[in-house]
């Protein structure tokens, strides 16, 4: 090799490599945040998705036709699995038709990551109570 003369100006092969190394330490870390965040849209799709067919099992409880101590499961085209629940608590001393006229209900949906999603409501039975006389 010739040596260079004054005023030439170029890289040494250990600026290429530093230079090289760090680059790559900066790719690594936007890779790394791209990822996470990607993980993240996905978890949120999911949960909304989650809760939205939670919202609809709740509200299509009484098509599902299902009495106290039944429960009915599912599972959605995109991989939700759901499972919805009517219990009656003993409201009372459970000896008036009133005391048992509200259905617990309650719906869980799980995601294809395993991560469950669950809601409670109460309903009414839809029998009268008897209005005491003043």
């Known amino acids: 090799m010739r040596p260079r003369p004054e005023g ?5 092969l250990l600026e ?8 790559t330490l900066v790719v690594t870390a936007c890779l790394q945040v791209y990822s996470r965040s990607a993980e993240a849209e996905a978890r949120a799709r999911w949960s909304e ?3 939205a067919l939670l ?5 299509a409880f009484e098509t599902i036709g299902l009495q106290p101590g039944q429960s009915r499961r599912g599972q959605t085209g995109d991989g939700l699995t759901w499972t919805i ?12 038709a009133n005391d048992r006229a509200v ?3 309650t719906a869980s949906v799980t995601d294809p990551a395993g991560v469950t999603s669950t809601s409670s409501t109460a309903r009414w039975r ?3 109570i008897a209005r005491v006389a003043e």
């Open 8 to 12: 030439e100006a170029g890289f040494t």
């Open 16 to 23: 290429v490599l530093v230079a090289f190394v760090i680059l």
């Open 49 to 51: 998705r989650s809760n």
């Open 55 to 59: 919202r609809d099992r709740l509200a």
């Open 85 to 96: 629940t009517a219990s009656q608590p003993i409201i009372g001393n459970g000896n008036s």
């Open 103 to 105: 259905i617990w209900i």
């Open 126 to 128: 839809g029998e009268v």
